[in-house]
């Protein structure tokens, strides 16, 4: 993706990476001031358990990411899997100066590709400056090769860690790296047939036969194309899993974040077979399938696990049966339907290991884990997992590929810190299996932290969120995450804070340094709405604002701000209100300040979609018909009318408070254009905007000198713009 070329446009660089538009310079104070918030939120996150490798039967280690506080993108570690060893190794050290974004870094056990065996380390997708056109690159270390291949051309110059070399050497998109269970193949998805269609591709990591030697010259890694390109709109597949025997592959056609179909396909290739759920209660079109994954029992190759709407309003956890063509509702909370445990929330992060399933459920922004054993006394019980913590939000990831299926490595997020990591062993704690009021079956967990995977603990006040519900303008009850400074107890500005997606989610996790900045140093208070389309809810809730119905999401923003002037007095001033978001966030901010011109101090936009038709047409083209699918299809005369009527960059004029923009300038999702575009516009109407430009940052700014800049100069916008008065 070309840089933007700004022209004649002026600007100056107060920062690594950063073009700034109209931008007074921001103190040096609030840098200072800010450095501790930024320094708490470095946290650990967990990236995989490194697999066995022939020659290293160790597998005890796990894969970590990490951004040290000098450099400006975050790097791998090792970890040891017991708490009780402190080792913490660096593998990575490559910066490349940019924004890069790394989606997968998936273990395997050895490969051949070069006609020698290299054991042990990962299946990289990764892209270089934040463009999310993924390439796929190999990470391994020379001690576990049976030859110690020379310097290859185009290798990431990682020393002292590992080896890195780029695979694909194209401009298309590489992602969705799955590695069978006998390490013998590969599956991803690319759109290297057509640019548009994302399709599933194979390839042999064992007895290969690539006729490449051990030589410095760059290797293409080839692959089997396995599912067709579409006739019509692009397909967009994504590989789910792997059968044990190696000969089927479970993949998903993603229409639209509510609309998706599951089907299993030959390794070898062949038309991919439509999985029917029978008596489904839902429409076809109104289906999800998520994580469909095979038995890890090689006696029941039919059973299939997977988490579906197919038959209610949540996404819930359910087991197929090919041979009798029948279904196991494990957590669909509908009556009739008999679950073994009914859940009245959305379940995600499903996991088939050989002796458990694990899955977890959203309760309204909070994480609950669960368990299901799959044979002994308690075979056919769902088993809450309850971690002893402060609570908030977590993922789980299970070393059951190392033979391990009873270990698991949580990643922690609360309002008391960042990511950080702990192990939990639950095979103990399955021996004292405890009942709630209700009579569901749970299990207490203490946790081992992992003291060398800790963020620094804040050196500041942190505080809980509270659950905050309105009604809309229909009688909709809209859920927000609230912070006040001080317990509601004095009268406050605010700043409404509105997620992107649509399909995501406010929840109850940690909050980005700038959050605790507003909260402790500004003294204002933080609302953080779910409106409508919002995901955790429901699929109707989240099918409220498509296409015709997007501004209701809006309204939604107004019903809120009414709430907080009639019923929120003693706590929030409405005459000092601020509005913020990011992508379709970013649209939200802009579209409030228009609907709602006066009620607004102030509004902060990052990555903004500022004018529909252009978006869609502009937009990744990989993501062009799952993106119509939600917004509307440009194409058609009508909507296209609609888009245009509610495009920010058409009502500048409607907008009367001061706008601050930031945005990447190779972000494939929202071209930057589109911000700059929109600034032009609002400075001609005489209204105050900023802008700022994020070299090499995509969708979502990743280098340090990028954030550390465009966090302040959000505080000291609005400090400007919205003053404690």
């Known amino acids: 993706m070309a840089p933007y070329d700004y ?105 051949d590709w070069r ?38 051309e185009g290798e990431l110059e990682n020393k002292p860690g590992g080896r890195i070399e780029r695979l694909t050497h194209d401009t298309s998109k590489y992602e969705g790296v ?67 025997d190696d000969q089927y592959l479970l993949i998903t056609k993603s229409f639209t974040s509510a609309h998706s179909e599951c089907y299993l396909v030959p390794v070898a290739g062949g038309e991919p077979d439509i999985i029917l759920l029978p008596n489904a209660t839902e429409k076809q079109e109104e289906i999800i399938y998520h994580q469909p994954t095979f038995s890890r029992d090689p006696l029941k190759p039919h059973l299939i696990y997977m988490i579906s709407s197919a038959y ?13 063509d029948t279904v196991l509702h494990v957590t669909s909370p509908e009556p009739e339907l008999r679950a073994l445990r009914p859940i009245n929330w959305s379940c995600s992060s499903l996991s088939v290991t050989s002796e458990y399933i694990y899955f977890r459920a959203n309760a309204g922004g909070y994480t609950n884990l669960f368990v299901w054993p799959l044979a002994g006394p308690m075979e056919d019980t769902i088993i809450e997992i309850k971690p002893e913590w402060e609570g908030g939000q977590f993922t789980y990831n299970v070393n059951s590929r190392n033979g391990r299926p009873h270990e698991l490595v949580l990643q922690l997020v609360s309002h008391l810190s960042a990511s950080s990591l702990a192990y939990l062993d639950i ?62 107890n004095s009268v406050v500005p605010v700043v409404i804070s509105i997620h992107g997606g649509p399909h995501s989610q406010s929840m109850s996790n940690s909050r980005s340094p700038i959050h605790w900045y507003i909260i402790n140093e500004l003294g204002y208070a933080i609302i953080y709405p779910n409106v409508r389309g919002s995901s955790g809810y429901g699929k109707r809730f989240g099918a409220l604002d498509d296409v015709e119905k997007r501004e209701d999401s809006v309204k939604d923003i107004g019903a809120l701000l009414d709430h907080i002037d009639h019923s929120m007095k003693n706590e929030l001033d409405a005459s000092r209100i601020a509005v913020m978001g990011g992508s379709y966030g970013g649209y939200m901010t802009l579209a409030c300040m228009i609907h709602f011109p006066t009620r607004f101090a102030c509004g902060l936009a990052n990555f903004p979609i500022t004018h529909w038709p252009s978006f869609l047409e502009n937009t990744a083209p990989v993501r062009r018909a799952h993106r119509r699918g939600e917004y509307g299809d440009e194409r058609d005369p009508e909507i296209r009318a609609f888009l245009e009527k509610i495009s920010p960059i058409n009502r500048t004029s409607e907008i009367e408070a001061p706008l601050q923009i930031a945005h990447g300038d190779t972000d494939s999702r929202v071209p930057i254009d589109q911000a700059i575009r929109m600034w032009q516009t609002v400075l001609k109407s005489g209204v105050h905007c900023e802008l700022i430009a994020c070299e090499k940052e995509g969708h979502g700014f990743k280098q340090k000198s990028v954030m550390e800049y465009t966090n302040a100069a959000k505080l000291h916008f609005l400090e400007r713009f919205l003053p404690k008065l």
């Not at 004649?8 to 990476?17: F, I, M, N, V």
Request: charged share 25%; glycine share 6%; hydrophobic share 35%.
């Open 7 to 111: 022209g004649d446009l002026e600007y100056t660089e107060p920062a690594t990476r950063i073009k700034a538009f109209n931008m007074r310079p921001v103190p040096q104070r609030i840098f200072n001031d800010m450095a501790k918030y930024e320094d708490s939120r470095r946290g650990f996150g967990f990236t995989c358990f490194e697999m066995r490798s022939e020659g290293n039967d160790s597998a005890n280690h796990a894969i970590v990411s990490h951004r040290p506080s000098d450099s400006q993108i975050s790097q791998f570690w090792r970890m040891n899997i017991d708490p009780q060893h402190q080792s913490l190794e660096r593998i990575s050290y490559f910066d490349l100066g940019s924004g890069r974004t790394i989606t997968s870094f998936c273990p395997i056990t050895g490969e």
């Open 115 to 152: 006609g020698i065996w290299r054991g042990g380390g990962a299946i990289l997708a990764m892209d270089l400056d934040g463009n999310e056109y993924f390439q796929l690159w190999r990470y391994w270390e020379d001690s576990q090769s049976t030859t110690v291949l020379p310097p290859i």
């Open 178 to 244: 799955a590695i069978s269970d006998s390490n013998k193949i590969m599956a991803f998805v690319s759109n290297k047939e057509n640019g548009t269609d994302m399709l599933v591709y194979v390839t042999e990591l064992r007895n290969s036969q690539t006729s490449t030697t051990a030589n410095s010259k760059p290797f293409t890694l080839p692959a089997r194309l396995v599912t067709p390109p579409s006739v019509k709109e692009n397909s967009r597949w994504i590989v789910e899993d792997i059968s044990l």
């Open 312 to 324: 209610g309003d949540h996404p819930s956890v359910l087991a197929y049966d090919r041979m009798g």
């Open 427 to 488: 095979k103990d704690r399955l021996e004292d299996v405890q009942r709630d009021a209700d009579g569901y079956a749970y299990i207490s967990a203490p946790l081992a932290r992992y003291t060398q995977a800790a963020p620094i603990p804040p050196a500041y006040r942190t505080l809980p969120a509270k659950l905050l519900h309105f009604k809309s303008f229909d009688g909709l009850e809209i859920p927000c995450m609230y912070y006040h400074p001080n317990d509601s």
